[in-house]
């Protein structure tokens, strides 16, 4: 079974409004813990807002926290995949993109967000599973063979004797 985004989407997102100021987002990001938070209007999803956009567009500038506002430093160029879409396609959308983060709708829903290390985790995971299976295979494969040559070797004086009378018949 393949891996899809849906089972890695983050749905409990820090938001705020467009229009809260930039030190409000930082404080609350930093008091969870992230590295990121939905920018919304109206209850709809506008921009996310990152520690890079802190950095670039706000502290880079020389713009102040406290009067720049989160629609001003969010970024709008959003990306975003169908929930059923495979971790490995999202990966590639990712790459293609330059991007870390995917919103990640079902239809016209916003389910939440995925972000590139939980993709890569959960394609990780889901490979050493495989390499499980092969390696399982492998084990059996390399029994048998030694197996094989073990009842061989059992076998060769017994072989060795009826090869030297078959040369003594002749």
Request: proline share 0%; aromatic share 0%; net charge neutral.
């Given at each position: 079974?393949?891996?899809?985004?849906?089972?890695?989407?983050?749905d409990d997102l820090l938001s705020l409004d467009e229009g809260a100021s930039v030190q409000e987002a930082a404080e609350l990001m930093a008091s969870r813990g992230q590295g990121f938070l939905v920018a919304t209007r109206e209850g709809k999803v506008v921009g996310l807002f990152t520690e890079q956009d802190l950095l670039c567009r706000v502290v880079g500038e020389g713009r102040d926290p406290a009067a720049t506002t989160l629609g001003e430093a969010s970024s709008r160029e959003l990306v975003a995949v169908d929930a059923d879409c495979e971790c490995l396609r999202a990966i590639a959308k990712m790459h293609a993109y330059h991007c870390r983060r995917l919103l990640v709708y079902r239809g016209a829903r916003f389910l939440g967000v995925v972000t590139l290390s939980d993709l890569a985790n959960a394609v990780a995971e889901r490979g050493n599973g495989k390499d499980r299976i092969v390696n399982a295979f492998g084990f059996v494969t390399v029994a048998l063979a030694l197996g094989v040559i073990a009842a061989m070797l059992f076998q060769l004086p017994e072989m060795m004797q009826l090869a030297g009378g078959l040369s003594a018949n002749r």
């Open positions: 079974m393949s891996c899809r985004v849906v089972e890695q989407v983050c």
